[in-house]
C-alpha cells in the first residue's frame, strides 16, 4: 500500500524462523524473523489520488475552492517572477512551482503563509536544480517584489532582527515542505518531451506551434494539473490545445496522441483547466489574505472551543493528552492540584505543569535518579580515579626533576 505522499507503507509482521535475511520486493526488507517496512519513491506515487484532489486541506479549514485556486496560481506567478529576478533556469522554476502546489495538498493555506512556503520553494528547487541560490538572496528579491511596486530603485533588505526571523523561517518551512512530501522532491518536467513529440509528428520546423505548446505548458505550472496527470499527458496536451489554437491539422486515423498513451478525455480536462486560466477574476491580494485571516480565526475558535469542552479530539483532529497532576512541582509543595482549578484554566495549568517538569528533569543532577547503594559505588570509584590520577602526576613530576638533574650533573 502506498501513502499520497510517494512512500510506500508496509507493516512488519513476524514470519518462520530460520530466514534469512534479505530484501522481500515490494514487501520491505527481512531481517531475522521479522519484516521490516520498505520505501518506494517514483515518479507514479507522485500523482495524488482522486480523494485527496477533491478535499483540500484549506477545504476542511473553510477557505473557499475560489480564494485557494486564486492563491495557488498567485504563489506560482511569485515563484517564477523571483526565479527571473534570481536568474534560475526555468526548469528550477517549474520545480519550485509544482513543490509548492504538492506541498498545500498536505498542508492548509490557513495555517502555513503562502509567502513564506514560496521563498522555501525557490530555495529548494535550486538546489534540486544544482543551481543554489543564499537565502540572503531569495529573502531580498522577494522583499524587492513586495515593496518596489514598479520603482527601479532596488533597496536591499535591512539586516535586522527581522531579517534573521525571516531567514530562519524560511530555512524552517524548507525542512517542512521536505517533511511533507516524504522527501520525495523529484520532478518530470514536460519541456524535452513536447520537443520529442513534435519530432514525432514532423513539426519541430513549426517554430509557431512549438513556442505556443511551449508557453501553455508554463502557464499549466499555475494549476494542479502535474499532481493529477503524467507528464507525458501534460505535454500531449499542450500539444493538442496550441494545435487546435492554431488550427494546424494533426494525424487523426488513429489519434495522434494515442500513440504516446494519453486519452482524449484526460486532454479535454487538461486544457479546460489551462484555459480557465485565462479567465479567472482579478482579486486583489488584501482580500483573499483577509478572508484567510477569517478562517484563521475561525479555526482557533473552533479549537479553543474542543480544548475547553474537554473532547478526545481538537477540531483539527489531534488527540488531548490529560497529564497526571503529580507532574507539577506545585502540587508536590502542597499547593492546589491542577484538577481542583478553575475549568478555564485546566489546560493551561497542565501545560505549565508539563513544561516546568521536563525543566525540572534537565536541571536535576544525575545521581538523584539513582539508588543509595549505586549511588556510594559511584562516589568510591570516583575517589579511587582521583587517587590514581594524582599517582600518575606524581611520577611524571619525579621524572621531571630526574631529567633535570641528569642534565645538570652532564653540564
Not at 475552492?65 to 506567478?77: I, K, N, P, S, V
Request: net charge positive.
Amino acid at each position: 500500500m502506498k501513502n499520497s505522499k510517494g512512500r510506500g507503507l508496509h507493516t512488519a509482521h513476524p514470519i518462520g524462523r530460520g530466514c534469512t535475511g534479505v530484501p522481500i520486493p515490494g514487501e520491505g526488507i527481512l531481517i531475522g524473523d521479522k519484516i521490516y517496512s520498505g520505501v518506494t519513491l517514483t515518479l507514479d506515487n507522485c500523482l495524488l489520488p482522486l480523494e485527496r484532489l477533491q478535499q483540500s486541506p484549506s477545504a476542511e479549514h473553510g477557505l473557499s475552492a475560489d480564494t485557494e485556486e486564486q492563491l495557488r496560481m498567485r504563489g506560482c506567478e511569485l515563484i517564477q517572477a523571483a526565479g527571473i529576478l534570481l536568474r534560475l533556469p526555468q526548469v528550477a522554476m517549474a520545480t519550485g512551482q509544482i513543490l509548492f502546489q504538492r506541498f498545500y495538498y498536505c498542508k492548509s493555506f490557513v495555517r502555513h503563509c503562502a509567502e513564506m512556503v514560496a521563498m522555501a520553494c525557490v530555495h529548494l528547487a535550486s538546489k534540486i536544480e544544482e543551481e543554489p541560490r543564499r537565502v540572503r538572496d531569495v529573502l531580498n528579491v522577494f522583499y524587492h517584489l513586495k515593496h518596489s511596486k514598479g520603482k527601479r530603485a532596488q533597496v536591499p533588505m535591512p539586516l535586522d532582527a527581522s531579517y534573521i526571523s525571516a531567514k530562519a523561517q524560511v530555512i524552517k518551512t524548507e525542512r517542512r515542505v521536505l517533511k511533507e512530501l516524504g522527501f520525495c522532491v523529484h520532478v518530470k518536467h514536460p519541456h524535452k518531451i513536447i520537443v520529442m513529440y513534435l519530432q514525432v509528428l514532423e513539426c519541430e520546423k513549426n517554430t509557431k506551434l512549438v513556442q505556443t505548446a511551449w508557453n501553455y505548458m508554463n502557464d499549466s505550472l499555475r494549476t494542479d494539473v502535474f499532481l493529477r496527470f503524467s507528464a507525458e499527458t501534460v505535454a500531449c496536451a499542450c500539444i493538442y490545445l496550441s494545435a487546435r489554437t492554431l488550427q494546424i491539422p494533426l494525424p487523426d486515423q488513429p489519434p495522434w496522441f494515442l500513440l504516446f498513451g494519453a486519452s482524449e478525455e484526460d486532454l479535454r480536462e487538461i486544457c479546460g483547466r489551462i484555459l480557465r486560466l485565462y479567465s479567472l477574476p482579478n482579486v486583489s491580494l488584501p482580500s483573499m489574505l483577509k478572508e484567510v485571516d477569517q478562517c484563521h480565526l475561525a479555526l482557533d475558535a473552533r479549537i479553543a472551543k474542543a480544548k475547553l469542552a474537554g473532547g478526545g479530539l481538537l477540531a483539527v483532529g489531534t488527540p488531548t493528552l490529560d497529564v497526571p497532576s503529580s507532574f507539577s512541582p506545585a502540587s508536590k509543595a502542597g499547593e492546589t492540584d491542577a484538577h481542583h482549578s478553575p475549568r478555564g484554566n485546566t489546560l493551561c495549568n497542565k501545560l505549565t505543569s508539563l513544561s516546568v517538569f521536563r525543566r525540572s528533569r534537565s536541571v536535576s543532577s544525575p545521581l538523584r535518579s539513582v539508588s543509595p547503594t549505586h549511588r556510594q559505588k559511584i562516589s568510591r570509584r570516583d575517589r579511587e580515579r582521583e587517587k590514581e590520577r594524582e599517582r600518575r602526576r606524581e611520577r611524571e613530576r619525579e621524572r621531571g626533576r630526574g631529567r633535570r638533574d641528569e642534565y645538570s650533573r652532564r653540564r
